[in-house]
């Protein structure tokens, strides 16, 4: 081995070894809990190995659940928001006094604090004694009645999870866009509208062309994110989100291990790694349709 090998390594060792501790270990050892049946984290025992604790997961009434509110949520906040960022991202572009000051304002809910934005949205939108929230004086003033969203049918708390998650996740996208529309080179556009070409496809044909990676980009980790959500969740309906029917695949993990149903590592470790498939699954097909679709 070259002595300037030898170096690269040795400067890369505390890296590996930081990620193998971390990472790595934590992976394999999701593994072998997955397959150890009727394991007790007290006494470190099992008493079989094989794909029960699967199976039991994947017939477990509120992982089903939870799946199902997780993939209602991907399918809707991930492509909502990505086209709401990429509507404002163009908008915010184009205008030219005040644009830093519209920049920092739609930038703002990042940077404030997930539960917090949590408890403002269910002061909006939760019915009280005393009141029955700010949304439901607006549906009322427009001669609508009043909903219960954080306590109420289904289809109205699963709306206002939608609502909060795109929210929250909008000033990030819109950030990235922006400085994406940014790094356009204005060439193109010039040569375009020499030629008469219409804005709508300057926009298709030279705009989205251009900041098609970035997009992708956002699609991957947004997608990675809606599958990750639990703690917006908790913001709404509190800690129990298996009485309120909002619980997500991270959120049934967390229950296994530490929750009121807590106590099952063996179970917890096979929901993570289902989950773990999906995503990837996802993430694989995204990279496949992008070899056509995005333009490096």
């Given amino acids: 081995m070259k002595r300037t090998d030898f170096k690269a390594w040795l400067y890369l060792l505390p890296a590996m070894l930081f990620l193998g501790v971390f990472m790595v270990y934590p992976l394999?050892?999701?593994?072998?809990y997955s397959f150890e049946e009727g394991y007790n984290s007290a006494s470190q025992t099992f008493f079989g190995t094989g794909l029960y604790n699967y199976s039991y997961v994947l017939h477990d009434p509120y992982f089903?659940?939870?799946?199902?509110?997780?993939?209602?949520?991907?399918?809707?906040?991930?492509?909502?928001?990505?086209?709401?960022?990429?509507?404002?991202?163009?908008?915010?572009?184009?205008?030219?006094?005040?644009?830093?000051?519209?920049?920092?304002?739609?930038?703002?809910?990042?940077?404030?604090?997930?539960?917090a934005v949590g408890l403002v949205f269910m002061i909006?939108?939760?019915?009280?004694?005393?009141?029955?929230?700010?949304?439901?004086?607006?549906?009322?003033?427009?001669?609508g009645i009043s909903v219960d969203f954080i306590e109420g049918p289904y289809w109205a708390k699963m709306f206002v999870m939608c609502f909060y998650t795109i929210w929250v996740v909008l000033p990030f996208k819109i950030l990235i866009l922006t400085g994406a529309l940014a790094s356009v080179d204005k060439t193109y556009y010039n040569a375009a509208r020499i030629d008469g070409t219409s804005k709508w496809r300057i926009f298709t044909?030279?705009?989205?062309?251009?900041?098609?990676p970035m997009v992708f980009y956002l699609v991957i980790t947004g997608f990675i994110g809606a599958f990750k959500a639990y703690s917006d969740e908790v913001a709404l309906f509190g800690t129990n989100l298996n009485a309120a029917g909002m619980n997500t695949i991270v959120g049934y993990v967390y229950d296994m291990l530490y929750g009121n149903s807590g106590g099952y590592p063996s179970y917890a470790s096979a929901a993570a790694l289902i989950l773990f498939a999906v995503v990837l699954t996802i993430t694989c097909i995204n990279l496949m349709v992008s070899r056509k679709n995005v333009h490096y």
Avoid at 85 to 114: D, H, R
Avoid at 132 to 143: A, R, T, V
Avoid at 205 to 212: D, V
């Fill in 124 to 143: 909006l939108f939760k019915k009280t004694a005393y009141s029955d929230g700010l949304i439901n004086l607006l549906i009322n003033f427009f001669g």
């Fill in 64 to 115: 089903l659940r939870a799946v199902k509110n997780t993939l209602i949520l991907v399918v809707i906040t991930v492509p909502v928001s990505t086209g709401l960022a990429l509507l404002i991202s163009v908008g915010l572009n184009s205008i030219k006094p005040l644009k830093e000051l519209f920049q920092t304002v739609y930038f703002l809910p990042y940077v404030t604090n997930t539960l």
């Fill in 205 to 212: 044909r030279i705009t989205l062309p251009m900041i098609s």
């Fill in 28 to 32: 394999v050892d999701v593994l072998v």
